[in-house]
């Protein structure tokens, strides 16, 4: 097993909603919404130019640093320890790899990483819809993908 094939494997095990939504969008499942300002919106549409923001900027930056966090809280405890050991079992070193990838990872997130936010939201589904656009107050628009 390659360290990209141990990794993916990793990632299946430890992030399987994302991996089921991502396969869910590359099906084409999903519709997107970018929630933002009315203004905002038309200076999108006007300009046909979307801007992205540092990641520390975003209203939501703290999960960021929650999950390092934890992360990091885990990988050096106990089960974290057991964790490594049977990483390393599969395919030697690779939790020492994994390790400094998560820092690397952290730091490149809180530094050099510049978003746009979107909802992927199932095709018949309005579940959760509204609320995402009251979050950012009545000056909202929505302006979802047709595709």
């Not at 990793?10 to 991996?19: D, H, S, T, V």
């Not at 952290?106 to 746009?116: G, I, V």
């Amino acid at each position: 097993m390659t360290p990209i094939e141990a990794i993916n494997a990793l990632a299946k095990l430890a992030f399987p909603y994302a991996i089921e939504r991502t396969e869910a969008a590359k099906r084409g499942h999903l519709k997107f919404a970018h929630y933002t300002t009315a203004e905002s919106a038309a200076l999108i549409l006007k300009n046909k130019r979307l801007w992205l923001r540092n990641a520390s900027m975003m209203n939501d930056f703290s999960e960021v640093e929650h999950g390092a966090a934890c992360l990091k809280h885990i990988f050096g405890a106990p089960l974290g320890a057991q964790f490594q050991r049977a990483v390393d079992a599969v395919y030697p070193e690779l939790a020492q790899e994994i390790a400094g990838w998560l820092d690397e990872a952290h730091h490149l997130a809180k530094h050099h990483t510049y978003l746009a936010s979107f909802a992927g939201h199932d095709q018949f589904d309005d579940t959760g819809k509204l609320s995402m656009w009251r979050a950012y107050g009545c000056q909202s628009a929505r302006k979802t993908d047709p595709v």
